[in-house]
Structures are given as C-alpha cells and as structure tokens.
T-cell receptor, first 113, second 111 residues
Framework: GAGVSQSPRYKVAKRGQDVALRCDPI?????LFWYQQALGQGPEFLTY????????KSGLPSDRFFAERPEGSVSTLKIQRTQQEDSAVYLCASSQGTVLGAFFGQGTRLTVV | KQEVTQIPAALSVPEGENLVLNCSFT??????LQWFRQDPGKGLTSLLLIQSSQREQTSGRLNASLDKSSGRSTLYIAASQPGDSATYLCAVRLSGYALNFGKGTSLLVTP
C-alpha cells in the first residue's frame, strides 16, 4: 500500500479483555516497529521486527503484551487482560532498514474502561 | 538510556515569523536524528532525517541542523503559516533499533 495502515483506529476495551491491534506496513519494508504513546508524551519503543524475526522486544511493558509478524509483512500486537494503564495510542512504523527513515501509521487509540 | 529533551514545550507565534525548535540528546553516538510532525489524533509524518555524518538537511521552508558533539539539533521553520500548527517531535536512533523520542514542541501559528 501507499502508507502504513493500522486497524482499528479506535478501540474501547473493558478491563480484563484481550485486544489485538493490526499493522499493515509499506510493501517491501523489512523493518517494523511498534510504539506506545501516552497522552502528552513522545512515543515509547515497544518492539522491533526484521522480516518475521522479532529482534528486540525490550520495550514491551509486561508479559501481557505479545507481538508477531509470522510472514514478515502484517503484524499484530496483542494485549491480554487489559488494564487502565494500557490506555494509549499504539503506533506502528516501517522502514526499508534500521538506519533509514521510519514511516508511521495513524495509530490505534486504545481506551480501557 | 538516551534522554531526548525538546525546548520549548509550547510555542505560539504570529504568521510569517521565522522560528527555531530545539532538541538535545545525552548520548552523542547516534546513527541518525529524525524530525516528525504530529497533528492531533493522527500519526507521525517524517519531515527530515539527518544521518550522523551530515550536518544539516533542508526541505522547502524547513531546515534541520545536527551537532553531534554538543548533542543538539535545531529545526528552523521559515515564514511560518497557520498550517504549520502541530506538535513537532525529535527522535534519535542509537546503535539499536529503537527511536528515542522527545516529548515534542506544540506549535501554534496564529493568522
């Protein structure tokens, strides 16, 4: 596609519910990143994929967070047993390489009530 | 961890003014630095990317400079317009994969 596409754009979850957030990167982009952006803050790194390999997951805040990219294209970020502190905008980005510019999607705004 | 600081946090200027946004970082061993624009409720739009070997990049009315030794970058916006109103984010990449972001400068350009 022309850009990075994320779905859904908005998600309201009851506390304790599991959610899945989808990212379609730019076609041919090897690198894929997930970031979490709390209100009024800059994005914080969650995890990085190079093709299907998850090379860095050091930013995932707990074992309730899980990301996958099984075929090296579409990625899913799953959050189990959501809590209120998980409320944030989740941004996906892709790039042709790690040292090249990153292109971001519009994000998924998750609200946990 | 790389700390990225952006000053000022907010800025309001009349249309037509030239302005400078500042970004500082604590670790000078960076691969690159990127400036982004974020509009309310939207994702990030890349404005300029400066590799560690470069001193500046220009795109239209935007000019970004990089001084690795002092850990600073500036984004210069010439002849500001109301459409420039947005949050501007600075992000630094070290040897790893992650971009380290500042909290941003919220810019308002008034007609």
């Amino acid at each position: 596609g022309a850009g990075v596409s994320q779905s859904p754009r908005y998600k309201v979850a009851k506390r304790g519910q599991d959610v899945a957030l989808r990212c379609d990167p730019i076609s041919g982009h090897v690198s894929l990143f997930w970031y979490q952006q709390a209100l009024g803050q800059g994005p914080e790194f969650l995890t990085y994929f190079q093709n299907e390999a998850q090379l860095d997951k050091s930013g995932l805040p707990s074992d309730r967070f899980f990301a996958e990219r099984p075929e090296g294209s579409v990625s899913t970020l799953k959050i189990q047993r959501t809590q209120q502190e998980d409320s944030a905008v989740y941004l996906c980005a892709s790039s042709q390489g790690t040292v090249l510019g990153a292109f971001f999607g519009q994000g998924t705004r998750l609200t946990v009530v | 961890k790389q700390e990225v600081t952006q000053i000022p946090a907010a800025l309001s200027v009349p249309e037509g003014e030239n302005l400078v946004l500042n970004c500082s970082f604590t670790d000078s061993a960076i691969y690159n630095l990127q400036w982004f624009r974020q509009d309310p409720g939207k994702g990030l739009t890349s404005l300029l990317l400066i590799q560690s070997s470069q001193r500046e990049q220009t795109s239209g009315r935007l000019n970004a400079s990089l001084d690795k030794s002092s850990g600073r970058s500036t984004l210069y916006i010439a002849a500001s317009q109301p459409g420039d109103s947005a949050t501007y984010l600075c992000a630094v990449r070290l040897s790893g994969y992650a971009l380290n972001f500042g909290k941003g400068t919220s810019l308002l350009v008034t007609p």
